[in-house]
C-alpha cells in the first residue's frame, strides 16, 4: 500500500498535475478533496469531466464517475458480490476505493486517453426498440451504425499509416543525397554552357534539339499507345479464344463423362506441368535472371551524359550492322536447297514456337479460372455475410422466383387497391369541401332571415340548448353509473375492513406489550443521549481550546524564528564588517608600498589630493575668467569627498 501511495504522489507531483504533495499531506486528505482529485485526473483523460463536485449534486458525480470508469474497463478488486461496497466507497470517497482507481488510472494515462476519445465516438446510443419500429428513425440509426464502422476503419489505417512511417534519419538522408546529385548535375550543366557558348549560333541550335526531343518524346508516346492497343486486342482475341476453348471443353466434358476420358485429360494436364516445369518456366527463369543481372550492371554504373549516350548509340548501330552482314554472308554460305535438315529444323521452330505459345494460352486460362473461382466465392461470401442466406442454385433459384413473382402479383393488386382508395378519398375530400360551402351559404340565408325578422341568434341558441341538454343527460347518466359504483366500493371497502380488523386483532395483541417496551427504550434513549450531548461539549469546548494554544504557540514560534533569522543575517554582516576592517589594518600596518597603496585610507587620501588639485587649478582659471567664489567651491568639493568617505 505504501508503494501505492508514493507512485500515486510521485504521478501528481509531476506533469500536468504539478502537485506538491508529499506522503503525509496525501494520506491527510479529506473524501471532499479526494473526490475532486480524482475528478481531476478523470479531466486529465476525458476533458468533459472538468467539473467542480462542489456545484454538482453527489448521485450526479457518483453517476458520472461510474459511466467513465466502465467505458474504461476499470475492474474493481473484489468480487461481484463487493459491488454494492465499492459504490457506497466512491460516493463518499473511501481511501480503499479511491487510491486503487488513481494507481490504475496513473498508471496508464496516455491509454486510457485514446480509449475515451474513441469512446466519444464508438460507444453507441441506445434507443429503445419501439421507436426503431418508425421506418425514419431507424433508417437514421442504421445510417448512425454505418458511420461508426467507417469512424473504426478510417482510424485503422491512420494508425497503420502512423506506425509505418519513414524514418526522419533515413529522409535526411535521401535528401543530403539528391542535393549531391542536384549540385553535381548544376555543375555539368554549367559546363556544358561553357561548351556551348563556343560554338558559333548555338542558340538556333538549341531550339533545333529542344524541337527534336519533343518529337521524339510525342513519338515514343504514340508508340506507347499504339503497342497497348495492339496488347489490348491480342488478349482481347486471346481471352475470345480462350472462352470458345472453355465452351468446347465443357460441351465435350459433358457429352462424355467416361473414366477413359478423365484419364486422358488428366495424362494431358501431366504432360503440360512437365513441359512448363521442363522447358519454359527454366526459360523464362534464366530470362529473368539475364535482365536482372543487366539491370544492376545498369546501376553500378556511373551517371552518363548525353555524349556518352550518343557514343553508345552510335557503337549500337555498328554493332547492329556486323551482325546483319554476318547473317547476310551465312545465308549466302548455306543454301537451303543443300541443306537437307532446313525445313525440319524450321518446322521443329515453328512447333516449338506454337507450343510456346499454346501453354502460355493455357496458363493464362488457368489463371483467369482460378481468378473467377476466387471472384465467385468472395461474391457468395459477401451476398452470406450481407443477408445471411446461401446463394440460390437450380431448383431452388426457380421456386424463389416463382414466389416472387406470387409476391409481386399480390402486391400489384395491393397497389392497385390503395390507389383505388386514395381516388376514393378524394372524391370524399371534395364532397367534405362542398358541403361545407353548402352549409356557410345556408348558415347566411338562415342569418339574414333571422336579422330580417328580428330574431338574430336563434338559431344558435336553439343549438346551444340541444347541446347542453345532451349534456345534461350525459351528465346525468354518468352521475348514476358513478353513485352505483360508489355503492358497490363502499361495500367493497366495508367488508375489505371487516376482514383486516379480525385479521389484526391477534397481531393488536402483541403489539401492546411492545409498545411500553418501545416507550421505556426511547426514554433510555433520550437520557444516554443527553449525557452524550453534554460529554461531547466539554470535550468539543475542550478541543476549542487547545487548538487556541496551538495557534499561538505557532505564532510565537513563527516570530522567533523570524527573530533568529534577523539576528543571524545581522552577525553575518557584522562578522563581515570585522572581517574587512581587520583586511584593511592588515593593508595599512603592511611593510610593503604596494600593499599599502592597496589600503582604502591610502586611496581615499589620493582622490582627496587630486581633487584639492582639481579645485585649485580650476580656482586659478576662474580667477582670471572673474569668478568670484573660489573658495567656496573649493570647500564643496572637499565635503563632497568626506561624504563619499563616511559612506564607505
Request: aromatic residues 6%; hydrophobic residues 35%.
Amino acid at each position: 500500500m505504501s508503494e501505492q501511495i508514493k507512485f500515486i504522489v510521485e504521478q501528481l507531483n509531476k506533469e500536468p498535475f504539478k502537485k506538491t504533495f508529499n506522503l503525509i499531506t496525501f494520506d491527510s486528505l479529506e473524501p471532499l478533496q479526494l473526490l475532486q482529485l480524482l475528478n481531476e485526473v478523470l479531466a486529465e483523460i476525458d476533458p468533459k469531466h472538468n467539473i467542480d463536485i462542489r456545484e454538482e449534486a453527489p448521485d450526479q458525480t457518483a453517476k458520472r464517475m461510474f459511466s467513465l470508469l466502465g467505458i474504461l474497463k476499470y475492474k474493481p478488486p473484489g468480487s461481484a458480490s463487493d459491488m454494492s461496497a465499492f459504490r457506497q466507497g466512491l460516493v463518499t470517497g473511501s481511501k480503499p476505493i479511491i487510491h486503487p482507481i488513481l494507481h490504475w488510472l496513473l498508471q496508464r494515462t496516455n491509454e486510457l486517453k485514446k480509449r475515451a476519445y474513441l469512446a466519444r465516438f464508438l460507444v453507441k446510443v441506445e434507443i429503445p426498440a419501439d421507436f426503431l419500429q418508425d421506418d425514419v428513425v431507424a433508417d437514421t440509426y442504421h445510417q448512425y451504425e454505418e458511420l461508426v464502422e467507417g469512424f473504426k476503419t478510417l482510424h485503422r489505417e491512420c494508425e497503420q499509416l502512423k506506425n509505418c512511417g519513414f524514418s526522419t534519419a533515413e529522409i535526411r538522408r535521401d535528401i543530403n543525397a539528391m542535393e549531391e546529385e542536384k549540385d553535381q548535375l548544376i555543375k555539368r550543366v554549367e559546363r556544358l554552357k561553357k561548351r556551348v557558348d563556343t560554338v558559333s549560333n548555338h542558340q538556333r541550335m538549341l531550339e533545333m534539339a529542344r524541337q527534336l526531343r519533343v518529337e521524339k518524346e510525342r513519338e515514343e508516346s504514340l508508340m506507347q499507345q499504339k503497342q497497348e492497343q495492339k496488347n489490348q486486342l491480342f488478349h482481347a482475341e486471346q481471352r475470345l479464344q480462350r472462352a470458345q476453348q472453355q465452351l468446347k471443353d465443357l460441351r465435350q466434358a459433358s457429352a462424355d463423362a467416361k473414366p477413359e476420358g478423365l484419364m486422358k485429360r488428366l495424362d494431358e494436364e501431366i504432360k503440360f506441368n512437365t513441359y512448363m516445369v521442363s522447358d519454359k518456366l527454366p526459360k523464362e527463369l534464366d530470362s529473368k535472371k539475364k535482365t536482372v543481372h543487366y539491370l544492376q550492371k545498369v546501376v553500378a554504373e556511373p551517371a552518363m551524359g548525353h555524349s556518352d549516350l550518343s557514343e553508345l548509340e552510335t557503337k549500337i548501330q555498328e554493332i547492329n550492322t556486323q551482325i546483319n552482314q554476318l547473317i547476310e554472308k551465312r545465308m549466302m554460305r548455306n543454301d537451303p536447297m543443300d541443306d537437307k535438315l532446313f525445313l525440319f529444323r524450321q518446322q521443329a521452330s515453328i512447333i516449338s514456337r506454337k507450343k510456346e505459345a499454346k501453354a502460355e494460352e493455357l496458363q493464362e486460362g488457368r489463371e483467369e479460372l482460378s481468378n473467377l473461382e476466387k471472384e465467385l466465392a468472395q461474391k457468395t461470401n459477401q451476398a452470406r455475410d450481407f443477408d445471411g442466406t446461401e446463394v440460390l442454385k437450380g431448383d431452388e433459384f426457380k421456386r424463389y422466383v416463382s414466389k416472387l413473382r406470387s409476391k409481386s402479383t399480390v402486391y400489384k393488386k395491393k397497389r392497385q387497391e390503395l390507389a383505388e382508395l386514395r381516388a376514393e378519398y378524394g372524391v370524399l375530400q371534395r364532397t367534405e369541401e362542398i358541403l361545407k360551402l353548402r352549409f356557410e351559404a345556408i348558415q347566411q340565408q338562415l342569418q339574414a332571415f333571422e336579422a330580417k325578422h328580428g330574431i338574430t341568434g336563434f338559431s344558435d341558441t336553439q343549438e346551444e340548448l340541444e347541446r347542453v341538454s345532451a349534456l345534461k343527460s350525459e351528465l346525468d347518466e354518468v352521475k348514476g353509473r358513478t353513485l352505483d359504483e360508489m355503492s358497490e366500493m363502499i361495500k367493497k371497502l366495508n367488508a375489505l375492513i371487516s376482514e383486516k380488523k379480525t385479521a389484526l386483532a391477534p397481531v393488536i395483541k402483541e403489539l401492546r406489550p411492545l409498545r411500553q417496551k418501545c416507550q421505556e427504550l426511547t426514554q433510555e434513549y433520550e437520557e444516554k443521549k443527553s449525557l452524550y450531548d453534554s460529554c461531547a461539549a466539554g470535550l468539543e469546548s475542550n478541543r476549542s481550546k487547545l487548538e487556541q494554544e496551538v495557534q499561538g504557540l505557532r505564532e510565537e514560534c513563527g516570530q522567533e524564528e523570524t527573530r533568529y533569522h534577523y539576528i543571524n543575517c545581522l552577525k553575518k554582516i557584522a562578522e563581515k564588517q570585522i572581517q574587512r576592517a581587520s583586511d584593511e589594518m592588515k593593508l595599512y600596518v603592511s611593510a610593503d608600498p604596494q600593499e599599502r597603496r592597496k589600503a582604502l585610507r591610502e586611496q581615499y587620501n589620493r582622490n582627496i589630493l587630486e581633487q584639492e588639485n582639481l579645485g585649485k587649478f580650476k580656482c586659478c582659471s576662474r580667477r582670471g575668467s572673474g569668478d568670484k567664489f573660489p573658495v567656496r567651491n573649493y570647500v564643496r568639493s572637499r565635503k563632497l569627498c568626506g561624504r563619499a568617505m563616511g559612506q564607505t
